[in-house]
């Protein structure tokens, strides 16, 4: 049940018809009410554009756009952010409510874009603390830095603009923006990784040396990238529940935030372990077992994001469908997971 909004003791004593302007309540009136509520929409919109701004100049300083200027990189890039674009198509068709505005999603996308690079300078800056520690040192920066990092500044993708929009208005609504936030970072992130790891091959072609040189690490972008989507889609989910339960909105953020963290510090620090095992107990071939162990693992929290996503439909279908029993909707919404 939601709080009863407070009021100050005055106004819950007071008639209705007491004008308590300046006392009790406020409201626009005189014209200096008018300028502080000119200069606060302007510091609030300059704040939120001077992140952008800051985000932009980050991407430039990390390398960002020189990288995809190349076109051998930027086609790597692309082809290895297809998985990636595949999964947020689905989460953007499991929307049931209504169809989000294009112009919203390609925002989003590029807020993630830009926000991601708030992650690589943090990351770079924390890192050194954590190297003398071996492995336990590296699982630490997993856990304390690069997830809660990463999780934060794709939520702050969809917090800039989407959130605050119009379209944003359903709960379902925070994972598609939030799936869209994690495509953006996924993209860029390939490009920077795929940059560096080709850079002292030299320039290439459009031709054998491309697939030769950038294919082993677009491959291994390729299966990191749905990763990035499925973290940022649960985060967003819990966004869009703050959104709609104010009094609660911080801890629902934060347990969005704390799920997304864990799942992204997990996977870090299990693949390489993970791959290995399967290279040395199974055979398998390093990007082979790189691949078997990664679909695993997506492939779980993907199902369990999707029976998150399944359970709101039927709760939808429940409330807006006078012919649907509950129990209807609970036997579609298990055999859409089944599916």
Request: glycine fraction near 10%; avoid cysteine.
């Amino acid at each position: 049940m939601a709080k009863k909004e407070r009021t100050d003791p005055i106004e819950e004593a007071a008639d209705s018809s007491t004008d308590l302007y300046d006392v009790a309540t406020w409201e626009e009136r005189t014209s200096l009410d008018g300028l502080a509520v000119a200069l606060y929409r302007l510091l609030a919109g300059s704040a939120r554009w001077g992140l952008v701004a800051l985000s932009l100049l980050l991407l430039v300083l990390v390398g960002g756009p020189s990288a995809l200027q190349n076109p051998p990189i930027a086609l790597l890039t692309v082809v290895s952010a297809v998985p990636a674009l595949a999964l947020a198509a689905y989460v953007y068709r499991s929307d049931i409510t209504t169809s989000e505005p294009l112009f919203m999603l390609a925002a989003t996308f590029l807020l993630g874009v830009l926000t991601a690079n708030f992650a690589a300078v943090i990351n770079g800056r924390f890192q050194p603390w954590f190297g003398g520690f071996g492995f336990l040192g590296t699982v630490a920066f997993f856990f304390v830095v690069v997830a809660p990092v990463e999780e934060t500044v794709k939520l702050l993708a969809v917090r800039l603009y989407a959130y605050g929009h119009d379209s944003f208005d359903s709960v379902l609504d925070g994972a598609v923006y939030g799936a869209m936030a994690g495509l953006g970072f996924a993209f860029i992130e390939n490009a920077l990784y795929i940059s560096r790891g080709i850079e002292q091959t030299g320039a290439l072609d459009l031709g054998v040396g491309l697939i030769g040189v950038g294919g082993g690490i677009t491959f291994t972008r390729a299966l990191a990238g749905p990763g990035h989507v499925i973290y940022s889609a649960f985060a967003g989910y819990y966004l869009g529940l703050a959104k709609f339960n104010p009094d609660n909105r911080g801890p629902i953020v934060v347990k969005g935030l704390l799920i997304a963290a864990l799942i992204h510090a997990t996977y870090n620090s299990t693949v390489g372990i993970g791959s290995a095992a399967l290279n040395a107990f199974v055979g398998l071939p390093s990007l082979a077992a790189s691949f078997v162990y990664i679909a695993l693992f997506d492939g779980l929290f993907a199902l369990v994001l999707l029976r998150k996503i399944n359970r709101y439909r039927a709760a939808y279908r429940a409330a807006h469908d006078s012919d649907t029993s509950p129990e209807e909707a609970r036997r579609s919404e298990l055999t859409e997971f089944d599916a």
